[in-house]
């Protein structure tokens, strides 16, 4: 018998792989980590000194007005020594906390380091919060926000005058959280919050507590057909979007002056029913011929007196008796539409855009460019132009009025809103000395139930520029709806029953099949 035994010599390809290297591996394992952390680092550095803040919010309800952003930007905050002191004192569990704090520090964030901002809970930090009411010497019982602006810090932080009671410094004011919400009755004739005006009142706080005082507009009450005393009134309306401008609308009677005074920076002509005489016209001839005198005229259209209508004719502006009217699908309209100048320093954030102005109006001849004007430094422009299709009717409310009359009524272009400067208002050295005026012809825009957006914005835009404010010109801040879901015990009950018991079972029995799976 014979064996045969076989021998397989090993190739190459079945030589065992050497075993890599313990001390390579772990060298690379270091550079890597090394790497990763250096990286790591790197991007945070990054993160801190380059940040991107985005608003994804639907209606934008974090994002801060421009005429806010532009008051931030302007060189009452950028030229401050030191920066103005923000404490905001809210409870955590106040509904409004996180809007007001995102707010709060997208004011500081936009600052560029001009306010700092401080968040105080009085339930979760009662030692910091009864030090901060000890220090301003105020009682912590609700929320607010306390704006501290004083430009030197040895002031005083409470002052008190001869016979008068202690009161905060002039650049110190307080917002409160109430102040910030807007109330309306429902079904049950119950007070609820129906809107959010933080921004509104942060942004005249602040400016307020810059300034270190309120400005003043003079309204003659003795010439107006509104009553300044009557509840909702236009007159309202006008004084509470001056007063979120940080101006106050006092009343007071042409007829029982004789000069101006000296402390009032504005006069509001709002739809005048009575002429004014002749001396009083030449008191407010005197008041225009003066420096930095500033006029808002608001006309009702067709109603301008005649003495009131020559003094403005003086200065390029001369209201019309006719109403503007157009033809939509077979109906009229009184409604105006238009747009915003272009090339108005005071209406750049609004240059282009529509206005509708409810109700009535009138027409505006604006004699812009004119020599005779020009050699008494006189300059009228127009502000709001009235779209195509529109013309002003001299025979409203008669059947002729139904179309256009080439012969009596007047064409287009039309103009619902003018200003006027006398002085050399291009000149940077005496630009600050002109004269500035404003004339609307509507008023129905006042009304609560007529109030628009546009409206607001170039009422606020016109009465800073007016007082030589162009820093808070622009889109005003919006007002922010407080929706509530009406849902009946019964529903409530359940949604409880869903989040305490429903949703944590849920969650164990998942936990319980995945984790016998894995057993398994």
């Known amino acids: 018998m014979s064996v045969s035994i076989l021998y397989f010599m090993p190739t190459s390809s079945s030589k065992r792989h050497s075993r890599p290297s313990r001390i390579g591996l772990g060298t690379l394992s270091v550079i890597q980590i090394v790497l990763f952390l250096a990286v790591v680092i790197f991007a945070n550095y990054l993160a801190s000194q380059y940040s991107y803040h985005a608003d994804f919010s639907r209606a934008g309800d974090y994002t801060l007005s421009s005429s806010t952003k532009n008051f931030l930007a302007s060189e009452a905050l950028s030229k401050r020594g030191r920066p103005v002191k923000w404490v905001m004192a809210f409870r955590r569990s106040s509904p409004f906390y996180e ?7 997208e004011y500081a964030r936009l600052s560029n380091g ?4 401080e968040i105080i809970d009085p339930l979760r930090s009662p030692d910091r919060a009864a030090q901060f009411a000890a220090e301003y010497q105020i009682t912590m019982v609700r929320d607010l926000i306390l704006i501290d602006a004083r430009p030197n810090q040895d002031l005083p932080i409470v002052t008190q005058s001869k016979g008068a009671s202690p009161a905060l410094n002039a650049h110190i004011t307080i917002a409160l959280a109430e102040e910030m919400l807007s109330y309306t009755m429902d079904e049950n004739e119950q007070r609820r919050p129906s809107a959010l005006r933080a921004e509104d009142l ?36 006008l004084a509470n979007t001056l007063r979120y401008q940080n101006i106050r609308l006092t009343a007071a009677n042409v007829s029982e002056l004789s000069e101006m005074p000296e402390n009032v920076e504005g006069i509001a002509i709002v739809a005048p029913k009575y002429d004014f005489t002749d001396q009083e016209i030449a008191l407010l001839d005197r008041y225009w011929q003066q420096p930095r005198a500033s006029l808002l005229v608001l006309l009702e259209p067709g109603e301008c007196p005649p003495n009131l209508r020559t003094f403005l ?31 108005i320093s005071f209406l750049k954030d609004l240059a282009g855009q529509a206005a509708v102005f409810e109700g009535a109006s009138s027409s505006l001849e604006v004699r812009e460019g004119a020599e005779d004007l020009a050699v008494k430094k006189i300059a009228p422009m127009p502000l709001i132009s009235v779209a ?39 000149d940077d050295r005496y630009a600050a000395d002109t004269s500035r005026m404003v004339v609307l012809t509507n008023t129905d825009f006042l009304h609560t139930d007529r109030q628009r957006a546009e409206n607001v914005d170039f009422l606020a835009s016109s009465a800073n520029w007016l007082i030589r404010r162009e820093a808070l010109t622009g889109n005003s801040p919006r007002t922010i709806g407080i929706y509530m879901l009406p849902l009946l015990d019964a529903q409530v009950s359940f949604l409880n029953r869903l989040n305490l018991v429903f949703a944590p079972l849920a969650f164990l029995i998942v936990g319980g099949i995945v984790f016998s799976t894995r057993r398994a």
């Open 202 to 237: 942060l942004t005249a706080r602040l400016v307020e507590a810059s300034e270190g005082r309120q400005r003043s507009f003079m309204f003659f009450a003795d010439k107006s057909r509104f009553d300044f005393e009557e509840e909702n009134s236009p007159l309202g309306n």
């Open 114 to 117: 001009k306010i700092e901002l």
């Open 388 to 426: 195509d299709g529109y013309w002003g009717e001299m025979d409203f409310g008669k059947k002729s009025a139904e179309s256009f009359d080439p012969i009596r009524d007047i064409p287009a272009p039309l103009h619902i809103a003018a200003a006027v400067t006398r002085g050399a208002s291009n």
């Open 313 to 343: 004719r003086a200065k390029g502006i001369t209201p019309r008796r006719d109403r503007i009217i157009a033809q939509i699908n077979q109906r009229l309209t009184t409604n105006a539409r238009g747009t915003f100048s272009r090339g």
């Open 99 to 105: 809007r007001i704090r995102s707010l709060a520090e």
